[in-house]
T-cell receptor, first 111, second 113 residues
Framework: SQQGEEDPQALSIQEGENATMNCSYK?????LQWYRQNSGRGLVHLIL?????REKHSGRLRVTLDTSKKSSSLLITASRAADTASYFC???????????FGKGITLSVRP | DVKVTQSSRYLVKRTGEKVFLECVQDMDHENMFWYRQDPGLGLRLIYFSYDVKMKEKGDIPEGYSVSREKKERFSLILESASTNQTSMYLCASSSTPSYNEQFFGPGTRLTVL
């Protein structure tokens, strides 16, 4: 059962530009998380935002959450070639729920 | 440095073989997960364990079973491998509650011929 859906499916930008990725979901959530996956590797947790938060920062990452629109965005500022990866959003509905992952966005940062 | 390790990075098996994928975590996490990842389908949960000897079916448990005899180890078993089980298999662990941040292993790319 897919909850989060990322948009766009693929994004290609120049090094130094900002990258914005979006995630929409269908039902009310408890938390939303973003993960990164380098090619052929496991996922790495980037950031978690709770349903009562609107914005969160971590280094060059900025995440926003709009629960009225059931959407989140991940902004990577001043992108680097090393940011080339797939990015996934994951949501939970609290209690004993597990994470439900979206299908991912492929980000390519050209040197 | 926290770690989730998986027994193999690449595995090639024949149709009908019994396949064991092993996952070990060193973070004393209660929860462990097995996912498969296929192009265009994202991550899909196969099985989940929230304690030793406890397991729950995920979204796609058919054709798989699991074993958790020790807290740190979670095994995925393909009783009789089929070509449609060719995939990337990812193991993850988390502390309680089950929706906490998950730590992933490097993945096992399984090819069934």
């Amino acid at each position: 059962s897919q909850q989060g859906e990322e948009d766009p499916q693929a994004l290609s930008i120049q090094e130094g530009e900002n990258a914005t990725m979006n995630c929409s979901y269908k039902t009310s959530i408890n938390n939303l998380q973003w993960y990164r996956q380098n090619s052929g590797r496991g996922l790495v947790h980037l950031i978690l935002i709770r349903s009562n938060e609107r914005e969160k920062h971590s280094g060059r990452l900025r995440v926003t959450l709009d629960t009225s629109k059931k959407s989140s965005s991940l902004l990577i500022t001043a992108s680097r070639a090393a940011d080339t990866a797939s990015y996934f959003c994951a949501t939970d509905t609290g209690a004993n729920s597990k994470l439900t992952f979206g299908k991912g966005i492929t980000l390519s940062v050209r040197p | 440095d926290v770690k989730v390790t998986q027994s193999s990075r690449y595995l090639v098996k024949r149709t009908g073989e019994k396949v064991f994928l092993e996952c070990v975590q060193d973070m004393d996490h209660e929860n462990m997960f097995w996912y498969r990842q296929d192009p265009g389908l994202g991550l899909r949960l196969i099985y989940f364990s929230y304690d030793v000897k406890m397991k729950e079916k995920g979204d796609i448990p058919e054709g798989y079973s699991v074993s958790r005899e020790k807290k740190e180890r979670f095994s995925l078993i393909l009783e009789s491998a089929s070509t449609n089980q060719t995939s990337m298999y990812l193991c993850a662990s988390s502390s309680t509650p089950s929706y906490n941040e998950q730590f992933f292993g490097p993945g096992t790319r399984l090819t069934v011929l």
